[in-house]
């Protein structure tokens, strides 16, 4: 579960660029789902992937909503996870084909190379056989970790709800597979993953800048100010391919599940808060199938 809230983590800050629309639901991380059938109802909590579970305890309600259901929706399921976690080693290996020198400039390359050294205390040399992306992942985490000391990714919100889940003996059940969340890491050819860890790697101070910002949106549920974060330029932008891999076809596909998930037992999801901000987030897309979603403040 750890690689699965390390991934979980990437994939929250490098959407600080992925989605947009203006979200008119906002002011709560917690929401109720019923009607459109529902016999009882579900809960939906967009969770920030590496805060710590002890904020949960600045959440109204969240714990009563979680000790109400019947059945635990994450991202990603924790057995899952713990049994394909070489998976993910094996797809940031590079190719054979295929060498950093064939990726960036000599001076690019340099550069790459002394940062590297200077964050990780060992240069590119060590990193050779690992595709730009994987590297840009242990960068992303472990920069936000330095950012903001005292942060565990084994301590996560993902994964307490997934462990309390177990504890209490009821099913927990992903929305996807690993394999779904590599496929959206590794999207990209091998050239713009190195251009994208060149970006990062020459724009630290507007991530530490984005990164507090976006703490500070999370802890006060403004679900409006992220949507509006999201299409703020960035010296790094993503793709539209990107976008549309991370954060709209994921929506999409779980919109597909969750119904007939919800309809079985009483359910409590958790997903990245992100998911569910903006006109393509969960939160409308549920609303457009026929379910009432509110906002649980109180």
């Known amino acids: 579960m750890l690689l699965a809230t390390v991934i979980g983590g990437l994939v929250f800050i490098i959407s600080v660029a992925s989605a947009h629309g203006n979200s008119e639901k906002t002011g709560a991380l917690l929401w109720k789902i019923s009607g459109n059938g529902l016999n009882h109802p579900s809960y939906i909590f967009g ?64 550069f790459v190379d002394e940062q590297l050294t200077a964050f990780f205390g060992v240069g590119l040399q060590a990193f050779l056989a690992s595709k730009p992306a994987m590297v840009g992942m242990n960068y992303s985490v472990m920069f936000y970790m330095r950012t903001f000391p005292g942060i565990n990714p084994a301590e996560s919100i993902d994964l307490w709800f997934q462990q309390q889940a177990f504890g209490r003996d009821i099913s927990v059940i992903g929305l996807e597979t690993v394999h779904d969340q590599i496929d959206a890491l590794f999207l990209m050819s091998l050239k713009q993953q190195a251009e994208d860890l060149l970006c990062t790697l020459k724009n630290t101070e507007h991530t530490v800048s984005s990164m507090h910002k976006l703490n500070r949106i999370y802890r006060s549920a403004d679900l409006s100010a992220m949507a509006a974060m999201l299409r703020e330029e960035s010296p790094c932008p993503m793709s539209a391919e990107q976008e549309k891999a991370i954060n709209n076809e994921r929506n999409r596909r779980w919109l597909e599940k969750l119904p007939a998930l919800m309809a079985d037992k009483p359910s409590f999801i958790a997903v990245g808060a992100l998911h569910l901000a903006g006109e393509a987030g969960i939160l409308t897309g549920l609303e457009r199938l026929g379910y009432t979603v509110e906002a649980v403040i109180e």
């Open 47 to 110: 969770t920030h992937h590496l805060f710590p579970a002890s904020f949960l305890d600045s959440v109204a309600g969240v714990k009563l909503a979680f000790a109400e259901s019947r059945q635990m929706i994450g991202e990603v399921a924790m057995q899952d996870m713990m049994a394909l976690a070489g998976e993910l080693q094996q797809a940031g290996m590079m190719p054979q084909d295929s060498t950093w020198q064939m990726l960036l400039s000599e001076d690019d390359y340099r």
